[in-house]
């Protein structure tokens, strides 16, 4: 039934479009990317090396389509506004046939309208944010990574098994932070009702202010901690937390701060025994994942990141939208991607049909210590499909 | 009736009493020269005059209305026009753009977006700029003019406000002898023309002498004499304080 | 209750102190040299990167870490001395906003040169044990490097005293802070004078930024987070006021330890509204003295004379060809237009302001986001059509302004720019922060215009039609006598009063027109984006607008239209063509500060004027 839709399909837009069937010709695929190249390099300059990785190993196999790949990267300067002028550019000017990429939430949010208004493909690689998937889901925008819901998810059941009655949030104050306390209360209550939430601390993103911070965590004598903060933030609160010892005998569950972008930079002081979702990068001992960070490593003379991972999987996904359309043309490629799957580094992927979400899954585990720096250790992997909510909850979100 | 009433005028800076109960009076036409050594207290009983400095005590009428305590902005409303020791004009002006603003406050347009401003009053401020030797400098920018020119032009924009009362701090600060006196011999005849009556303060003895009908002298705040040229220059008091430092001999 | 209260305070103590350090640098030098120094944050970002080199290669017994941290002072002190000798040296001359934008082309500089030499990997220190310790504190742990940190602020203050009040060259420095030609005519070498104080400066900065290390990472956001801070601590104190920085200090450190404990949401809020209430009543900081008038700008405004016809006809030329665009070039290069567009009218709406009105704006970007977010809303609450979003966008915009004015047209100078930045940052961090209404950092998003305007030549030429309209009115209301008055104001406000003119009343309309225009460049540049976002309202956005204006030329109508479309095109190809574009833009602003004191068209008209003018 579906090959034959696909069939038809395909021969109809073949008969009624043969001038657009010679304008794509055997040239190379376009791939428009745009990230915050200059204003978060640490996590978009591993992305793009592993974009680049891949874009020369499937080119390596014979491209797609018969057709090479080639990647285009534009730097948005961490501005929304500046990533859709951009976005602009690479369709109009460039003639791309993709667009991809976004680090930030409002830039993905920002591409993905600019998608939908001008009927483009765009396939969003780092973003966080449900919104993109969900309240704001369109029919032209795909997400690669596992949201915030997905990873609150996975706390939230990892929480349950926690004995802690009392707890205490603290997350940097705006959307990411305030989705991710509000998914893990909301995911947390319904699975322990018992559970209290005691008190909550909002430093702005970015100038945390630790040592008061930690002062009123620790006031509120909690059983454990939610923790949202990343980057620098992260960074101070787990210094002035070990020192004044908040950490102590409490529970502390904290979202992404297994990701190596994270983690490393924390050196000796890296938490011990905290719950975190993360990528647990060279201990991932698959064949498939081997062989990527050999790859990797043989290219760059780096350790893959999380962001490596993510941006090496955004060009596979991409590559298997368009191999499943056998086209390029833009709502034959919507068609392809929807339901297109491929075999990540860490596993198979799909994007959902439902809401065009990819199922790239989540590690979770404990933060360690090992040689004067922080790892993951008793870790899984949950294929992001078991993270996702019921359907009707995605169809009561998603616009129609 | 004078034109002018000041009545036990007093301000406080601090400890400092700088001006400590002030009285005087001024007739229209009349050419009232306030003098006294640095320090004296003339900048500031001026600026109380003018609406710079709220007093702490005294009053100003002006043609009987009370006019202490208020802002600059209403003390011109009144009619009283004045020139600042630092001659303030508008530098981003031509000389007579400069007039043209002053003509234009005083005739309430200031609130008009639409129509330009170059066209308003420009022969008003011609005939002003003549009348204070302008005219040929019309055009130039404000900021090329020669200090004496300057010195013109701002009285040429103080009489734009058609005062009855003119205030001049120093106006001849800073200008070459000659032509200070030619400055306050204009100013002399516009008072007599436009029956303006015009307090100055001033430190040119000469200047003071040529063109005031009364002298006001103050020392520390308080009034020490008040006459026209020859009772001050007699005045002992004053010669003590003020004139001449070698004719007290010794004093400290 | 004491066990609450003793601990916060003590954390807020050492935030003071660091807040303090970083502070007290910026506060002398521009006593002194009266430079706006934007660079400062860039200097402690320095500091903390040049101590993690140096620390991570020195033993990690407490005596090295000294050592380390003085030698760190010292390297920062010498690049402070190097930013002096050959960018700042070029520019005092220069009218003062010219020296900021010439500090904010080195900010740009060295962020990409610390992300080229240090790589963009947070670095954190390593903690020896000793820095890890802590006492116990009415049965609290308090970290044994805060305590440190709380007795290093007032040991600074006390030496900082010392050199100011015990040595021949601290009272020359505070003989400049008074009043800099009076030590020119002492016959003091000005320029070892200013080097100096710009030495001891950025090593403050850079010994900020070395002792924040056991705290916080070396990373490359350090630069624009510190400067804000910096810049509230030395407002509230006064410019130019060590003890006024450090009181301002306190009271900041404080208040931000015990806000977080009260109202967990607001810290960011609170640290502007300390900031705006402070100005409100003491409009030059706590211990700060009355400015003098800033004598240069006024020097620097010739006057504004109508266009020669050449030039009426090279700008009817332009809006020809400009019109004409949709028919030669690509759809691209029709939304990059769009985009000049809409500049041109945010650029002309803040030279309204800072020109003729001589209010500089440093936060010029609230009115653009205000009136953007008006749109937004007014469209995702009642569904209102692009029409009513453009009309009601200036006209929410004109309101906040008139709102905001009573506090401004108060100020002036240095001053009345802070309190503009410290609003867009307040207005910033409810955009942000808000996520309920605003949408948070995500945005407004589906503000797309209807059917009918929505093809890129149509949207363009509305956004040409309205821009160019509004600046062609504004253009007439600065020839009127309203923009006659309002320029009297500016020249010289004694005089402005005493010919009867309401300076104040002057100033706040001017301000109203300006913000209702950019208001109206938001919600243009909204619907072309489809969507709203905080970015629109963040510092550099509104340092864009500034150099816009100021590139261009702040004494010529058609300054800002020059910088706008200069800038747009210039930030458009390089963005495109290297990864570096903050390293060349940045570059390119210092040269053009250096070459052009007086902008673009500015220099335009010199030459065009040469000789004429008598």
Redesign the interface.
Known sequence: MQVTRRLLLGASGALAMPGLLRAQGTGPIRIGEINSYTTMPAFTLPYRNAMQLAVETLNGQGGVLGRQLELLTRDDAGKPQDAVRLAGELVNDQKVDVLAGAYFSNVGLALSEYAAQNRRLYVGGEPLTDAMVWERGNRYTFRLRPSTYMQAAILAEEAAKLPAKRWVTVAPNYEFGQSGVKWFKQLLSARRPDVQFVGEQWPALGRVDAGATVQALEQMKPDAIFNVLFGPDLTNFVRQGNTRGLFEGRAVVSLLTGEPEYLDPLGDEAPEGWIVTGYPGEQIDTPAHKAFVDAYRGRFNAKPMCGSLVGYALIQSIAAGIARAESTSMERMVEGFRGAGFESPVGPVTYREIDQQGTLGVFVGRTGLKNDAGIMVDWRYIDGRDLLPGDDFVRKLRPA | MSLLAVRGLRKAFGGVQAVDDVSFDLAAGEMLALIGPNGAGKSTCFNMVGGQLPPDAGSVRLEGREIAGLNPRAIAAHGIGRTFQITATFGSMTVRENVQMALIAHHGEVWRFWRPAAVRFAAEADALLAQVGLAEQAERATGVLAYGDLKRLELAVALGNAPRLLLMDEPTAGMAPAERVALMQLTRRLATERGVAVLFTEHDMDVVFDVSDRILVLNRGALIAEGDAAAIRADPAVREVYLGTGAAGGGH | MLD?IV??LL??L??ASSLFLVASGLTIIFGVTRIVNFSHGSLTMLGAYLGWSILTRLPREPEWFILGILLTALCTALIGVMLELVVLRRVYRAPELFQLLATFGVVLIL??VT?WLWG?????L??PRWL???VEILG????L??LVLIAIGPVVLGLLWLLMNRTRWGTLVRAATLDRDMVAALGVDQRLLFTSVFALGAGLAGLGGALSL????A???IDL?VIVDAFVVVVVGGLGSLAGAFVASLLIGIL??FG??LL??S??VLVFLVMAVVLVFRPNGLLGRPQAEAREM??A??????APPALRYLGLATLLLAASAPFWV????L??LT?GAVALLFAVSLHVMMGPGGMASFGHAAWFGIGAYAAGLLAQWLGTPMPLGLLAAPIAAGIVAALFGWFVVRLSGVYLSMLTLAFAQIVW?IS??W?GVT?????L??L?PEAWARGAATYYWIALALSVAVALLLR??L???????L??A???A?????????VQH?RMVALVIAGAAAGLSGAL?SYA???V????I?IPHSVEALLMVLLGGL?TMAGPIVGALVYTGLA?IL??ST?L??LVLGAVILLLVMAFPEGIAGAARRLWLRGR??
């Open positions: 609450l601990p916060q954390t807020g050492a935030g962020q990409d992300l963009p990997v947070e670095l954190p390593p903690r890890r310790g802590f609290n742990r308090f970290p490097y805060d056991p705290n916080a990472s990373n490359l956001q987070s931000q330890a977080i404990v967990p949401q810290t960011l006024l020097a405004a010739p006057v504004i004379r109508a690509g759809d691209y290069y939304t990059v985009d961090a942000f922060q996520v949408g948070g950092d995500n945005g998003l589906g797309w007439r209301m020839y009127a006598p309203y923009g006659y008055a320029r009297a500016r020249d010289s004694v005089r402005a009063e005493a010919i009867g003119l309401d002057l540049f984006k489809g969507g976002f905080p970015t629109y963040s004494q458009d963005v495109r990864d574009w903050r003018e008598a």
